[in-house]
């Protein structure tokens, strides 16, 4: 079913997707003219394929659940912040902090993400295609970012569990997080997600692994100088 | 918040259509301000290369100020729009300035240069475009803001853009931690300020290290080590536009770029109406990195 931004109010598409008709059963939609709008397809809660066919705005696709969200274009800040589950895929660049705070569900980066890419995500996994900006991970507590172009500045600053995969340079590391072993287990999870984000011609072997030193959990007067 | 908009035009295509562009994106970006809104628009010099002034009338009596202004000046040409005044002189700058602060010292010098032209007020983005009928006007290139008033007054003198020299204007979303003692520097070395406003600080350090024969693009890498606090700046001079981000950049901007038009916008969809924008090159300017056309 197609939903033309420029004949419904984006509350009222919204509301249809977070509020499906159970009778029509549709699950298939397709937005048009999205024209940088804000938070569209934002708190979806079912099972549902949608495209969008265009640049969208902020918070797009932000507290997923479920649902199968597309974007034919770039994003604005925030893509799938605070997802729970399902999957987002963007098929151009997005800005910053995409996937942030997110617990859970697949988002995928065809292009590159400007700062802050998965800032505090809590479970999430985010696939990007191409390069990070400044700052990614930060503060991250869980899943994994892999990046198969290069990092930014600061990259894991301050983070806690997530696993940090990056195949191209890395400008910098934040503090506390430090380049770790990669182990079998490591690369076939790695070569998981690569499929899972249909690239073909990227091998687990060639990514770096990042992670959290730990020596930040605690307080310690010899660490003054990172806080 | 606040919202920035510009366009600098490659080819002469939409230079009938510059005023239309730049109005529908400043009233798009109502909502990141709409507590006022304020463009400058770039036209041809004429042969002569005459300087013209941006006047805020701020409640004089136009017919009385135009008697009176014609006596103690050249003018060659004026033109009341709304309650702004462009007037254009063939006297000096330095003598005309002197001269209107001297005898109507109400009125605000919004900007003066060969081919600016400056209209700001406080009110809603749509009424303000409205007044001064952005729509009809027509020009190389243009810049625009929306403003959300933080930290000083909403008042004209508060309202972008600022332009502190000659055709140079700027535009800003952030805020600077340092500018009281920038701005105590600046007025030690002759820079006059005429509000309380972070911005206007900004624009008077750079017109001041253009005055000392810098480039705008080293003008604005200093920028970088002297301006403290958040930014995205879009600064416009005769030639073109530069764009500037500081290096956290929390403050959005995205540039589209086709074979007839750069335009920048603090957030897309203000130029999702732009001719061809889907075609366009979109990208985000990096921190702390210069971008300029035409200059």
């Known amino acids: 079913m197609e939903l033309d931004l420029k004949k419904i109010s984006l509350r009222d598409v919204n509301d249809k997707l977070q509020n499906l008709d159970r009778k029509q059963n549709q699950r298939d939609f397709i937005i048009t003219n999205p024209e940088g709008n804000h938070a569209i397809c934002a708190g979806l809660t079912e099972e549902m394929s949608v ?13 997923n659940q479920k649902a199968h969200i597309t974007i034919d274009g770039n994003a604005g800040t925030g893509v799938a912040e605070n997802m729970m589950s399902g999957r987002v895929h963007v098929k151009g660049n997005a800005s910053q902090s995409a996937g942030a705070t997110a617990h859970g569900g697949l988002l995928i980066i065809d292009g590159d993400t400007s700062s802050r890419c998965g800032i ?39 983070l806690y569990e997530t696993n940090i995969y990056v195949q191209g340079n890395v400008k910098s590391l934040g503090a506390d997080c430090v380049e770790k072993k990669m182990d079998k287990n490591h690369i076939k999870k790695l070569n998981k997600f690569l499929k899972e984000a249909d690239i073909k011609n990227l091998k687990g072997e060639n990514f770096k692994r990042y992670g959290s030193a730990r020596k930040l959990y605690n307080f310690k007067v010899d660490n003054i100088g990172n806080y | 918040m606040c919202g920035i908009v510009g366009i600098y035009l490659k080819s002469e295509k939409f230079k009938d259509s510059l005023g239309s562009m730049l109005s529908d994106m400043l009233v798009n970006m109502s909502s990141r301000g709409s507590d006022s809104a304020g463009f400058a628009v770039y036209k041809e010099e004429d042969k002569e290369k005459n300087f013209k002034y941006s006047l805020c009338l701020n409640g004089i009596d136009y017919e009385k100020f135009k008697k009176e202004i014609e006596n103690k000046i050249t003018i060659l040409n004026i033109e009341k729009n709304s309650d702004h005044v462009i007037i254009k ?9 002197k001269i209107l602060n001297k005898n109507f010292s109400k009125i605000s010098i919004v900007g003066y240069g060969k081919s600016i032209e400056i209209f700001k007020q406080v009110g809603e983005p749509k009424n303000v475009v409205k007044k001064f009928n952005l729509k009809s006007f027509s020009g190389t290139h243009g810049i625009g803001h929306t403003r959300m008033a933080t930290e000083s007054a909403i008042t004209t003198d508060g309202s972008h853009p ?25 007025k030690k070395g002759g820079i006059n300020f005429h509000s309380e406003n972070d911005t206007e600080v900004a624009a008077g350090y750079i017109s001041k290290n253009l005055s000392n024969k810098k480039s705008l693009n080293d003008t604005l890498k200093g920028a970088l080590k002297d301006l403290d606090g958040f930014y995205t700046f879009v600064v ?22 086709t074979d007839d038009y750069v335009a920048i916008a603090s957030e897309f969809q203000a130029m999702a109406h732009l001719p061809d924008v889907n075609n366009a090159k979109i990208f985000e300017p990096e921190p702390g990195m210069v971008y300029s056309w035409g200059n």
């Open chain 2, 162 to 186: 600022y332009s502190t020299g000659e055709d140079e204007c700027l535009v800003h979303n952030g805020s600077l931690s340092n500018h009281n003692n920038l701005r105590r520097k600046l």
């Open chain 2, 89 to 97: 002189a063939k006297n000096k700058p330095s003598d005309v300035i």
């Open chain 1, 51 to 63: 495209t969008i066919k265009g640049h969208v705005g902020y918070y797009c696709a932000g507290m």
């Open chain 1, 120 to 158: 505090s995500m809590k479970g999430i996994d985010i696939v990007v295609k191409g390069s990070v900006g400044h700052m990614s991970g930060f503060m991250s507590q869980s899943g994994n970012l892999i990046v198969c172009g290069d990092a930014g500045e600061a990259l894991g600053d301050s």
């Open chain 2, 236 to 257: 416009g001079t005769r030639k073109g536009f530069a764009v500037l981000r500081d290096e956290i950049a929390c403050k959005p901007a995205v540039i589209a770029e």
